[in-house]
């Protein structure tokens, strides 16, 4: 087989751990991270609370439908529950972290699948056209 390479799946899993730990120590990573601890503030806590105590009561009630007696309120009180939160600077960073993280991942993935495409999967060996 001129032109291909093969590759351990060995090999192939120890590449895929070094591109995870090259992550795990990047910059977008950290900022995650510190997104998540800022949500972890008391200051925060309570609207979390009463955002996803809103969201529960909400996907309760539209098991049943928008002709629920309960559906206006609870769909009001969701809405406001979410705007106090997505409004505070502790979210709006752990959202933005959240996106640039995503994005970088999104990204490896895509190249992963784009080298992939062109491989022969066997159960020892995956064999890849060069080019």
Do not use: W
């Amino acid at each position: 087989m001129n032109g291909d390479f093969f590759m351990e799946r060995m090999d192939l899993m120890t590449l895929a751990y070094e591109v995870s730990d090259e992550i795990k120590q990047s910059e977008l990573y950290s900022a995650y991270i510190l997104s998540i601890k800022s949500l972890e503030k008391d200051s925060i806590q309570p609207l979390i609370t009463a955002f996803n105590i809103a969201k529960n009561r909400y996907n309760d009630i539209m098991k049943y439908g928008k002709h629920h007696p309960n559906f206006k309120e609870s769909s009001e009180q969701l809405m406001k529950a979410k705007t106090a939160l997505y409004q505070t600077q502790e979210y709006k960073s752990y959202y933005q972290a959240y996106e640039n993280l995503n994005r970088i991942l999104q990204d490896a993935t895509r190249k992963i699948t784009n080298l992939l495409d062109d491989c022969i999967v066997s159960n020892e060996q995956i064999a890849c056209q060069k080019g």
